[in-house]
């Protein structure tokens, strides 16, 4: 079973993207910090990280870095969650990790669509 892992301060969000993920057959986990999201890291695994940019202990592409530094063997597929389409914010995410973005809102269909991109380009 793929493990999906959301990283948002927002509590709705969370359970919202846990729904949706768990409807797709996906085992969730979820952190509000950074400083719980590393905490879990240390020990679970997780094939997809969905990482909010805007986190209110940590700056987020700080945060990403910390993920990518993690030792491990296999690396997790991030997609930035992002409330603007600000393109330099995307660019400065994925030049320091992530492997794509995902714009809020979004609802099953788009997260459909999100993983098809993701599986076609696999």
């Not at 729904?19 to 020990?43: H, K, T």
């Not at 997790?76 to 714009?103: C, K």
């Amino acid at each position: 079973m793929l493990h999906c892992f959301v990283i948002d301060d927002s509590e709705i969000i969370r359970k919202y993207t846990r729904l949706i993920f768990e409807s797709l057959g996906f085992r969730v986990s979820e952190a509000d910090s950074a400083m719980a999201a590393m905490e879990r890291l240390r020990s679970e695994k997780p094939d997809y990280i969905l990482l909010d940019w805007r986190m209110p202990d940590t700056n987020s592409i700080e945060l990403l870095e910390k993920i990518r530094a993690l030792p491990r063997g296999d690396h997790p597929y991030i997609i930035y969650m992002v409330t603007e389409n600000d393109t330099f914010e995307i660019q400065r995410a994925i030049s320091r990790g992530a492997n794509t973005h995902l714009l809020k809102p979004y609802n099953r269909q788009i997260i459909e669509i999100k993983l098809q991109e993701i599986r076609a380009a696999a």
